[in-house]
């Protein structure tokens, strides 16, 4: 089993990847960055989202574990203090492994050729000096006209992250689905929207057509593109994966618990 370890460049999470990788070459567990059959990563969400990005193209043949090295996130199931735990699980590893759904996102621009992203949490289109004005189709039925800021998106594990700031459900990463978050609709005896977030199954798709070209900022995960010329971006649930090393349960409501709400959670 090879093992690649990716961190940020946060102090301690350097610290932790070192030790980390001593821990690996003295567990005779094989280092290779570029053909990893299990991606660790050392940091938190945002760095689990990063490697994301990095090995998206060999996703059917990786699956990650996160180390957080502050408090446990949605991406990280183990801390930075209990690295021998892992290291002994990954020694009697036998391919356990959970996958979660992502986003396909296809983009249509007037100037350039087509594009496709995989968000692992979201994709957004935004206008922020000027509203953003698109034509919402849910399948092929124009589905409604949207004013305001921007709409979000989401996966169901990303719909912890930027969908639940902007007011939409959380999501159970079991659910094969996608979710679209209003960012500042304009609601009014003119302008309407359905005003609350919509949730669509995996054998429907969601389309932005914006009526006006240019000035949009358009996100996937953590990148985020500016001045795009966009015609129309398709979103559905995509038919790649990621998947995740399981060694251990983690409840998701508990977790959803211990990062929002924070109170006793019985078991
Ligand atoms: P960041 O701005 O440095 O951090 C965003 C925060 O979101 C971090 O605390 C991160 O956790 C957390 N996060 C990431 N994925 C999550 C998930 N699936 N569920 C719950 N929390 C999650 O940005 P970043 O670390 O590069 O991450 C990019 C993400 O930031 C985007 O995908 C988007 O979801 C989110 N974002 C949120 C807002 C908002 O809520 N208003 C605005 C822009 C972007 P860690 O601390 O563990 O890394």
Known sequence: MRV??????????????????????????????????????????????????????????????????????????????????????????????????????????????PEKFLALNESTLKRINNTMVT???????????????????????????????????VIHPGLESLQMAEIASINNRVFRTLSSPVIVASNDWITLKPTQSGDFIFSVDQEIYHNKQIKMIKYRVAKERICFAKYRHNDFWKRVNEAFIGSDYED
């Open 135 to 169: 034509d919402v189709y849910i399948g092929d039925q124009l589905f409604e006209k949207f004013r305001g800021d921007g709409l979000c998106i989401s996966t169901p594990t990303g719909s912890t992250a930027y969908n639940k700031s902007v007011g939409g459900a």
């Open 4 to 113: 690649a370890i990716f961190e940020n460049d946060g102090k301690k999470s350097q610290k932790v990847s070192k030790e980390l990788y001593q821990k690996l070459v003295d567990a005779h567990i094989p280092i290779d960055n570029d053909d990893p059959e299990i991606v660790i990563t050392v940091g938190g969400d945002g760095t689990l989202l990063a490697a994301f990005r990095n090995y998206q193209d060999n996703l059917q043949n990786i699956r990650f574990v996160g180390v957080h090295t502050g408090h446990l996130g949605f991406y990280t199931d183990w801390r930075d203090d209990e690295i021998d735990d892992l290291v002994i699980s990954l020694q009697s590893d036998n391919k356990q492994s959970i996958n979660y759904p992502l986003l396909d996102v296809k983009v249509e621009y007037y100037d350039a050729e």
